[in-house]
């Protein structure tokens, strides 16, 4: 996947603020990095626009094999079914569901056939098995993000990204919770890209991109 040129604006009381200027990205497939930065260097903002969760207000994206700079909202959730997971640090669990069924819904939504069978082993490689029909009330932090990489990496993306997986998590709750998260991800194949400000989680990765008043100085 790629960015180039990428640039976000955004309106503000003293006028249009820049957050992201001129973002060149290339990701290979497989490749796991970190982006890193001060808080406000935009990181999050270029994690959404890399997802397509958000249109640049210029430059392109490339996601998936496709340039989904021009698409739609519908048209940029459809790039994304089935092929783009997302591990959030608020966990981003549906309350009412049980933690088989939020692992199940991305998977009916993008109509993945064995839907029910990949959600059970996938519990079972994240160690959860047993608490399938829990929900996120019943479960703890590290619980519930287990659940949400359950829930990512069960329809088999091409790609996944993570926001500050472990920010919401004790520091021993989140190593276990980064040696799963790169341990399925290894197995996988998978493509990582995440937001992080722990040093850690960083150095596990391939590389990492450095942001600092949204714009690359550093990419090694």
Sequence with gaps: MAATGLRREVSSPEGRLTILDGVDLAIAAGETVAIVGASGSGKSTLLGLLA?????TAGRVELAGTDITDLDEDGRAAVRAGRVGFVFQAF????ALTARENVLLPMEVAGIAEAGARADSTLERVGLAQRAEHRPHQLSGGEQQRVAIARAFAPGPAVLFADEPTGNLDQLTGERVIDLLFGINAEAGTTLI???H???LAARCDRRVTLDAGRV????
């Design 92 to 95: 981003h669990l549906l309350p």
């Design 52 to 56: 397509g969760l958000d249109r640049p």
């Design 217 to 220: 100085s550093e990419a090694a």
């Design 194 to 196: 995440l937001v992080t």
């Design 198 to 200: 722990d040093e850690a």
